[in-house]
């Protein structure tokens, strides 16, 4: 189910899942449907294909390792050859470089991009906003935005470039894919991993979402270190789809490939979810934020992000160094605040880290206004940051009477990465960028009282 809160339609019945981060999973539509004891047998039950879908390479250490294998109606390789798509997108980047984006460290921010009247689907939707390193040489990621109102058909997308993380803002997502459906509600998140086909529709017509894509790795669970073996983003609650089929003639059929950042089409004449049975641990999941369980202080301080707010990673991309995150996908969502004579809301802060932020509803503790659902934020690598004025003063007004507060009714999430972004011209001068942003600190005013100093010395 979606994500328990007012702002939701919990109406919504969802399908039946498998469960489990990573693990080795098998589902058939059909009875019978799985060779047992070998993966490539000369004839499969049925009479289906058996293929292998590696998303790492062959040999990567077992737990690292991720395929699966699929036994399909036809294989996927049964399609005309690829030809750039016309039209181009022309809105897509994999490989950041000064042709195609560039960059500043000034602190940036959107309001809500508006959904487009016409018929726009999620692949025409989808723009890149920022993002660094390249596709083609496996390291680095790119993050999108995508505003759409209607189902994509007759196609499905398959990403060659990367996994995405897809942040649904506004309106349902009910994704077909290759292992089978995912109903994706605001408030829940789905991943694509790298190489899978895929098809959008959109039930609710009008809708909106955010897109993070990473280039060379998976995300994984984070490392829990003290909190002990619980807490965070449970394993179990990671939704995987049941094998779904159809079967049949798709005349017309077209498969949408992104590679280098570049869309290429082929056409075929059946359509791509023609799986009957898979096994393996590669797969897509969804999750529902709602699950995560936070921890945080629970006598002083504003911690870093990796625990005090309840906002350690849900999912981490690594890199090879220790502890260095090329994404991580963090959330801020409901929770109880008791520090004592701790100034709760973020702290003031310049980070090696960069940080894109998004509002999937409510409103952000940071910013009394200005940071809408379904806007955007990015503070890159040591750019200064913090509570906008109007947040600072309330909070000292307050001062240490403060009680236990809970914030409800919020899910913000913040992609942090630590390569430096490249910002796309289209963002950097869309007419939905916030040029005013800077005058939300502009308001601080000095609280330096030099005579509480001078008083203070001559008690010594
Ligand atoms: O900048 C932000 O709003 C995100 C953020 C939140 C927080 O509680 C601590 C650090 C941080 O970067
Ligand atoms: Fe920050």
Redesign the pocket.
Known sequence: MAAQNDQLDSSFNDLDYLSGFGNSLESEAIAGALPRGQNSPLLCPYGLYAEQISGTSFTAPRKLNHRSWMYRIKPSVTHEPFAPRSPSHGKLVSEFNDSNSVTTPTQLRWRPVDIPDGPTDFVDGLFTVCGAGSSFLRHGYAIHMYTANKSMENCALCNADGDFLIVPQKGRLWITTECGKLHVSPGEIAVLPQGFRFSVEMPDGPSRGYVAEIFGTHFQLPDLGPIGANGLAASRDFLVPKAWFEDGMRPGYTIVQKYGGELFTAKQDFSPFNVVAWHGNYAPYKYDLSKFCPYNTVLVD?S??SI??G?VPVLTAPTDKPGVALLDFVI?PPRWLVAEHTFR???Y?R?CMS?F?GLIYGG?E?KADGFLPGGASL?SCMTP??PDTKTYEATIALGDEAKPHKIINTMAF?FESCLMPRICLWALNSPFRDHDYYQCWIGLKSHFKLEDAAVQNAQI
């Open positions: 504003h870093d992000p005090n707010t906002i801020f809301p973020p702290y802060h980070n940080e932020m952000y940071a503070h940051h913090g913040m």
